[in-house]
């Protein structure tokens, strides 16, 4: 066998183990109410909820943060966060708007992990919402956002907007809110960077990829639609492991034999985020 097929042997080896770990998360659930009463919506440190299921990754956690506000949202800050191994955090939350912005509830139950987490929300309706994290310890990381406002019998639009201090931390994607969540999470993808009113697509959260600020801005704003609002329920930020130190060493070794001379192959690096893991497997 020649070294270069020896080689390509061991990338396939090693890339179909699974040789990335977990990386911790911090998940950040908004509680929410409707008419100056909790809407059943607080996890308890042992609730195991969020994405999974059917075409999904699976980035369930337990320990989430509960934010509490009952009628009326009130900007303020929040923390220190724990993460999802119950850890305390410097890491925190800062809340604020620029325009009217409450908490409510969706009308289903609270019987489930997943339910208790998309029942409550903060509900955006006019102006903007703004969601500010700070001290995220993660050199790379994923931001999930869920979304599920009382939307029936209306289809709103929501723009979503995360920035941060670096050039490549900057995305908008557009959500159409068109249903109540029946207990099957729905992913809005990635394209979806325009307000096509009725077109845009359909989901329940988004995923914001491959950021690596140590501070994120999260922006809620109605889009179109019969009485447009922005609500979230909850949003995670998800740790993007460092490569294997199996497919660096390849890298080493794929750069540096030299009969591969003028054909050189650029050494490669592979980063994976928890979402894409889950995906390949």
């Not at 903007?128 to 209306?154: E, F, H, K, M, W």
Request: aromatic share 8%.
């Amino acid at each position: 066998m020649s070294r270069f097929v020896f080689a390509l042997a061991f990338l396939i080896t090693a890339t179909s183990l699974p040789t990335f770990a977990d990386g911790r998360s911090i998940g950040i659930n908004f509680v929410g109410g409707k008419e100056g009463s909790p809407s059943g919506g607080t996890l308890a440190a042992s609730d195991l909820a969020g994405v999974h299921g059917l075409g999904n990754p699976d980035l369930r956690q337990t320990n989430w943060n509960n934010i509490v506000q009952i009628h009326g949202a009130i900007p303020g800050t929040f923390g220190p966060l724990i993460d999802d191994s119950g850890a305390t955090l410097a890491t925190k939350l800062q809340v604020s708007f620029t325009g009217f912005t409450d908490v409510w509830s969706t009308p289903i139950s609270a019987n489930t992990a997943d339910e208790r987490l998309m029942r409550g929300y903060v509900d955006t309706i006019l102006g903007q919402a703004q969601y500010s994290v700070v001290g995220i310890p993660y050199t790379q990381y994923d931001l999930v956002v869920y979304v599920d406002g009382d939307n029936v019998p209306r289809s709103p639009i929501n723009d979503w907007r995360v920035a941060g201090f670096k050039a490549n931390d900057l995305a908008t994607l557009y959500v159409q809110d068109d249903a109540t969540f029946n207990g099957a999470f729905v992913s809005v993808p990635p394209t979806s960077i325009a307000d096509l009113g009725n077109n845009t697509p359909v989901g329940n959260y988004v995923v914001f990829s491959g950021l690596t600020s140590s501070s994120l801005l999260l922006t809620a704003t109605p889009g179109s639609g019969w009485n447009p609002r922005a609500p979230l329920n909850a949003f995670q930020i998800i740790e993007a492991p460092e490569p294997s130190s199996a497919l660096i060493l390849l890298s080493a070794i794929l750069g540096v034999i030299p009969w591969l001379g003028s054909r050189r192959i650029p050494s490669i690096v592979c980063r994976a985020s928890k979402a894409t893991q889950e995906k390949l497997v």
